[in-house]
């Protein structure tokens, strides 16, 4: 990272504009990937009849359907910017918001679940606690966001794919604020709020060549092309370069993984 100050944007406004005609494609092909683990790990804690629920950042809405579809929780709360893509459905709640907004009365939960959300939002500290007084006596919440492991390979770091990855996270930074170094810091800050039977775990989907992880990149590289090109870490050649490599044969990487932590309220 260079010395720039994190930018003042936000995501679906500055970045990611939920009414471009491919936003919602790419959000599901990264559902496709990491939906599977996230209600994996929601199971684990326990969701099913009778919670009250909280999806922050709820996007096209395949969790909070699947907590209603298949976990039959008794009420999801959904909350995003934007929500023109969420469709109705019993029992769900829509609001649209800004997750900032400390005027915002949501009511109390049972379980309270934020992926990818957290890391975009300069306050994401200030969040943690505002999530955690939300939930109810018992209550479980679990946070999910991006996790860059060291390159597996020395010579990595001057190939195309690495260099376009680091321009984007850098581009992302100076744009939005999006910050993923505090993210290992999870499990301390829900210890920090008083929380027990604190855990985390970090997974990293296989990054396969025309797959949905490597179409979800795709996309999000050509969509940044020009904030990539600005950091100065990369030319347009490169990103192209980077774009071909994620539908050749020949890709080989371990791509930024998902890390989660959980607690419960005493």
Known sequence: MDSTHPGHGRY?????????????????DAALVYDPVTTHRLRALG??????????GAGTGTVARWLLREADVAEVVAVDRDTGALAAEPRLRVVTANLTDDTLDLGTFDLIHARFVLMHLRERRHLVSRLVSLLNPGGRILLGDAAELPDAHDTSSSSAYRRTMDAMWEALRTTIGTDITGVPAYPHFL??????????????????PGGPLARFWSQTWQRMRPELTATGRVDAATVDEALDYLSSPHLAELGPGLLMAWGRRR
């Open 47 to 56: 969701a099913g009849p009778g919670l009250r629920c909280l999806e922050v």
């Open 191 to 208: 210890r920090e709020e008083g929380l027990t039977d604190v855990a985390a775990e970090l997974y990293c989907p296989p990054l396969l």
């Open 12 to 28: 679906g406004q500055d970045l990611f504009d939920a009414g471009h005609p491919g936003e919602a494609e790419r959000i599901d």
